[in-house]
């Protein structure tokens, strides 16, 4: 520990404990962006297959403070991918298994799980405290309600949408992009169906959109603005596509 | 008199010998549903009832939903 410290002598706002838990992140990303790291709010919606993946590196790399929600119990369907449960989780209410699993992953972080569908009001008091949203939902008419309360208090999301061998990812910010609902205009608000997919494509989409969260918290380059990439995992194949800015404020200012 | 037509799923190239088509047209001759697809015209979103003219770059790639 004494020589990491050395090695860290900047790092005086971390605790000896943290500078060894980060010691192989901190020589790439620098001690003031593992602080920033410490000092970021992150929110997740959705605590699934994507969800899953998500928490648990945003926990492991150190974010400060990570906000999840879901309101789902843990069912035996979900163990194929959704890698925070285990076989006797079943039944128990995901948020909280995910909160004892992340606690013992990594004990500094502030953990705030919500139990709770996702509604207006809900993200209305949680939105304002953080610096991104992580959309890990598994339907678009949530989706379109954090696309609506992350565009009023100009938050960024990062969207992914996973299915089989396929995925999409994309950083929506106001000012900057289209919001996520005239982005996806043609897509058909449907209600939640069954999830059909390959138990590496959300553990993939998911780590994309964890590098996105790094990019933006952390300016490392340009996140994926009016930009989609497209995954196909049966290649596998990565094609990002550009979109030309379509002025949504009309739809977006209601 | 073609509307090139460019689908990321298949990574198949179409060229469609039309004067113009409407984008649900084009996703029927495809065989690819409208609510799992994105489609742009020259980059911009374009939705089931806009109209493609000859000469637009089209592509197609699906969205999912699930998470
Ligand atoms: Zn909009």
């Not at chain 1, 992953?105 to 991104?132: G, S």
């Not at chain 1, 043609?186 to 989409?205: D, N």
């Not at chain 2, 008199?1 to 469609?16: G, P, Q, T």
């Amino acid at each position: 520990m004494a020589n990491i410290e050395g090695v860290f002598e900047s790092c005086r706002e971390l605790s000896s404990e943290e500078l060894e838990r980060y010691s192989r992140q901190i020589p790439v990303i620098g001690c003031e962006k593992q602080l920033k790291l410490k000092e970021s709010s992150v929110l997740v919606a959705g605590v699934g297959g994507l969800g899953s993946i998500i928490l648990y590196y945003l926990v492991a790399a150190g974010i400060g403070r990570v906000v999840f929600i879901d309101d789902g119990i843990v069912e035996l369907s979900n163990l194929q991918r959704q890698i925070l449960f285990t076989t006797e989780d079943i039944g128990k209410p995901k948020v909280l298994v995910a909160e004892n699993r992340l606690k013992a992953l990594n004990p500094h972080i502030k953990l705030i799980p919500l139990q709770a569908t996702i509604t207006e009001d809900l993200l209305e008091k949680y939105i304002r405290d953080v610096d991104v949203v992580v959309d890990a939902l598994d339907n678009w008419e949530a989706r379109f309600v954090i696309d609506k309360i992350a565009w009023k208090y100009w938050k960024p999301i990062v969207h992914a949408g996973v299915g089989e061998y396929y995925g999409q990812l994309t950083v929506i910010k106001r000012g900057v992009t289209p919001c996520l609902r005239c982005l996806f205009r043609g897509v058909k608000s449907s209600s939640r169906g069954r999830v059909t997919v390959l138990a590496t494509t959300p553990g993939i989409l998911g780590l994309l959109e964890v590098n996105e969260v790094f990019k933006l918290l952390l300016g490392l380059s340009e996140p994926l603005y009016n930009k989609i990439l497209v995954f196909n995992g049966k290649k596998p194949s990565i094609d990002i596509v550009e979109i030309k800015i379509s002025d949504c404020s009309e739809i977006c200012e209601n | 008199m073609v509307v090139k037509v460019r689908v990321l799923e298949s990574n198949e190239c179409i060229e469609l010998e039309v004067k113009e088509i409407s984008v649900r047209e084009i996703l029927s001759k495809l065989g690819l549903t409208l609510s799992e697809h994105i489609v742009l015209k020259n980059g911009e979103v374009i939705t089931e009832d806009d109209v493609v003219e000859d000469g637009s770059e089209i592509v197609i790639f699906t969205v999912k939903s699930g998470g």
